[in-house]
């Protein structure tokens, strides 16, 4: 079963509005950690926002905020106010703490374009 | 701030020829990770080093093979470049093991391109 799903292949917003990037996720273990990266057309991986499986509150960090509902095992990205830069790739990622790999897991990705 | 650096962000290899694929990290990270990136597939794991000549294979190994010398530096290796391997490679580095909150940081990429 895949780890992490991104069921967006791409998506569209117009430039002030808000957006919502979905992301579910599969693990049993009691203690992870979801990550937000963006991926402007030049390729870097840029870090944007964490939450913590045990965190209360929902992530903010700027425009970004990370819409956590843990029994449904969703964490979807929201960003308001789009600008053009946000024009990217975004991926979602979880970290599992029992898995002795120390690795992420990364979903397909979402291709959001911000039109004027 | 975290320096992850590529030797090449874009290479042209003829098929069968060896290739090597370079990642550096100024942070004295203990972790460095080697991703392909293909469209519709996101990031996959190739192999992960926790310490120095110290390696484990990821999602997808085959066809690959790393090096870890020294603690700043992690090579991967093509040994017989094949088209199946023309991808976008990405490496990252961490600082902790088995910790949840703690990012990867990633290197710019390298565009690689087999004939």
């Known amino acids: 079963a895949q780890k992490i799903t991104q069921t967006q292949p791409g998506m569209f917003v117009q430039e002030k509005e808000a957006v919502t990037l979905d992301c579910t996720y599969d693990t049993s273990d009691p203690s992870y950690g979801l990550f937000w990266y963006k991926q402007p057309s030049s390729g870097e991986m840029i870090f944007l926002i964490y939450q913590g499986s045990y965190d209360q509150q929902n992530a903010t960090e700027g425009r970004y905020s990370l819409n956590f509902q843990k029994a449904r095992k969703s964490a979807n990205l929201v960003i308001s106010a789009s600008q053009l830069g946000d024009s990217a790739m975004y991926f979602c990622?979880?970290?599992?703490?029992?898995?002795?790999?120390?690795?992420?897991?990364f979903g397909t990705g979402t291709s959001l374009t911000v039109i004027p | 701030d975290v320096k992850v650096t590529q030797s090449s962000r874009y290479l042209v290899k003829r098929t069968g020829e060896k290739v090597f694929l370079e990642c550096v990290q100024d942070?004295?990270?203990?972790?460095m990770f080697w991703y392909r990136q293909d469209p519709g597939l996101g990031l996959r794991l190739i192999y992960f080093s926790y310490d120095v000549k110290m390696k484990e294979k990821g999602d997808i190994p085959e066809g690959y093979s790393v090096s870890r010398e020294k603690k700043e530096r992690f090579s991967l290796i093509l040994e017989s470049a094949s088209t199946n391997q023309t991808s976008m490679y990405l490496c990252a580095s961490s600082l902790f093991y088995r910790v949840v909150w703690e990012t990867q940081y990633f290197g710019p990429g390298t565009r690689l391109l087999v004939l």
């Open positions: 990622a979880m970290r599992e703490l029992s898995h002795t790999g120390n690795q992420f897991y």
């Open positions: 942070m004295d990270h203990e972790n």
